[in-house]
């Protein structure tokens, strides 16, 4: 009996901050191993550490009213009672149940956020978490407690606007199949005025016209390949559309189809009108007996390309494969790669000159025009 009244007066005298200390000291004291303390508490959050040193002492015959030291309001309250009124002394002092951790949510921003800016900062960044890791089979290596953490944000903000962890990670995995694509127009943009730079007598005559267009494809495609295939948003991309089927709540899984068709069918437009651009600016035009689209040839270049990315992701030998060679009109051998080998033969089996286009320094003029309009 003396034992358990130290252990209560131990537990009765700890802030509800370090509810879980006190646990694991009354554990001790009643010769609980302390590992199945931690089991308890030390694995849940902060502001419930309380509880768990609540539920220590009830084990040992103490009455589970008699153990709130500082953390309840009025002697007898109910324990959910001890437990707000312990999490809001802690949300007070800004220590998120984390001691003498440097403070978090409103202690270090010093203004409330709106529940709209909380919702925009806590999925940005577990976007950002899930982005520099790639998505897994599941959302398990993205904590909660680090994503309000480098979110900035109230965590008592946070569990207003999800009171469940599953609620958030549905609303991430939306986020992720909207804005899943990653944009590399600014590296492409440069890299065409570089080659035509580079190669700017190429534009004199029909054939060294065409010449440059394939030397473009080459280069273009090697550089969209190496992007995507480094890019963790990218295998985000792949692993969301490979994976969405599963999702068993079948409101969500419509969302996130609509989420990935809306982004697929963006993605493709840009580059059906990139390409349009491209050929316009070169005179080229699409081969009038394949009665196709720019949409279409944008269709068949990404699934090339997606598909480039898969075997590589796998095989990463096949990324350095290169073979010598002048394929499509080339000026010349040069080395090429199989994204460039893929995307350039579909590129040349759909587009043909233009018959009677006639080149002037005028439309030499233009092309400097038209790639400032495609910088971002």
């Known amino acids: 009996m003396a034992r358990e009244r130290v252990t209560r007066e131990t537990a009765m005298r700890e802030p509800g901050a370090r509810g879980t200390e006190a646990g694991e000291r009354a554990a001790r004291e009643l010769g609980v191993h302390e590992q199945g303390v931690r089991g308890v508490g030390a694995g849940e959050p902060g502001v419930r550490g309380a509880e768990a040193g609540e539920r220590v002492v009830r084990e040992s015959g103490a009455r589970g009213t008699e153990v709130r030291g500082r953390g309840a309001r009025e002697p007898g309250a109910h324990e959910q009672g001890a437990l707000r009124a312990g999490a809001s002394e802690l949300e007070r002092r800004g220590t998120g149940g984390r001691g003498a951790a440097a403070p978090t949510g409103l202690g270090r921003r010093g203004r409330r956020l709106s529940d709209t800016e909380t919702e925009r900062r806590m999925l940005a960044a577990a976007a950002a978490m899930v982005h520099r890791t790639g998505l897994t089979v599941s959302l398990d290596h993205i904590s909660f ?21 599953d609620l958030f990670f549905s609303d991430l995995v939306r986020e992720l199949a909207q804005n899943a694509v990653p944009e590399i127009i600014a590296d492409e943009v440069a890299m065409i005025r570089r080659v035509v730079a580079e190669h700017r007598d190429w534009l004199e005559t029909a054939e060294l016209r065409r010449a440059l267009v394939v030397e473009l494809f080459r280069q273009l495609a090697l550089l969209d390949f190496q992007t ?6 990218w295998r985000t991309y792949l692993a969301l559309h490979a994976t969405f089927l599963s999702i068993a709540d079948g409101t969500l899984r419509d969302q996130v189809q609509e989420a990935l068709a809306r982004s697929e069918r963006d993605h493709l437009a840009m580059i059906a009108a990139s390409w349009e651009r491209l050929a316009g600016l070169f005179g080229f035009r699409l081969r009038p007996e394949l009665g196709a689209s720019y949409p279409m040839l944008a269709a068949l270049l990404s699934a090339t390309m997606r598909g480039l990315v898969l075997m590589a992701l796998s095989m990463p030998g096949f990324a350095e494969q290169r073979v010598l060679a002048s394929p499509f009109g080339a000026a010349g051998d040069s080395e090429w790669s199989l994204p460039s080998l893929g995307l350039a033969g579909l590129a040349s089996a759909f587009l043909e000159p233009e018959p009677g286009f006639e080149w002037s320094h005028a439309r030499t003029a233009a092309i400097g025009e038209a790639l400032d309009q495609l910088a971002p």
Request: aromatic content about 14%; cysteine-free.
């Open 228 to 233: 995507l295939y480094a890019s963790a948003r």
């Open 145 to 165: 407690e680090d994503v309000i953490r480098d979110a900035d944000v109230s965590r008592s903000a946070v569990y207003r606007r999800w009171p469940y962890k």
